[in-house]
């Protein structure tokens, strides 16, 4: 069983910054992508950032040159820097994870993505 846990939402002023984190733990044999996706209030889950394990990182177009996203790969795991906050940055965050981990019900490895339970950030005008 892989678990992702989040935190560092909460409520700030546009023009703030905040910083999530997201930690894996369970029988993890090794990570490939990481990233966090955002869900605001009547609209799609959407990507907003991905690093995989060498360190390269893809990040939506709303969000470059204000959001940075890190990781550890020996902890597990994942970080979003956010600057400069928007209004319309206010969502529910999730952190994702492609995770190769032994399931003992199969008794072998298997890998597919985990989701975190999400935290909310809102961003005040």
């Known amino acids: 069983q892989v678990q992702l846990v989040e935190s560092g939402g909460g409520l700030v002023q546009a023009g703030g910054s905040l910083r999530l984190s997201c930690a894996a733990s369970?029988?993890?044999?090794?990570?490939?992508?990481m990233g966090w996706y955002r869900q605001a209030p009547g609209k799609q889950r959407e990507l907003v950032a991905v690093i995989n394990s060498g360190g390269s990182t893809s990040y939506a177009d709303s969000v470059k040159g204000r959001f940075t996203i890190s990781r550890d790969n020996a902890q597990n795991t994942v970080n979003l820097q956010m600057n400069s906050l928007k209004p319309e940055d206010t969502a529910v965050y999730y952190c994702n994870a492609d995770v190769t981990a032994y399931a003992y019900r199969l008794g072998a490895y298997t890998t597919r993505a985990y989701w975190g339970q999400g935290t909310q950030v809102t961003v005040s005008s």
């Open positions: 369970g029988s993890i044999k090794s990570i490939n992508t």
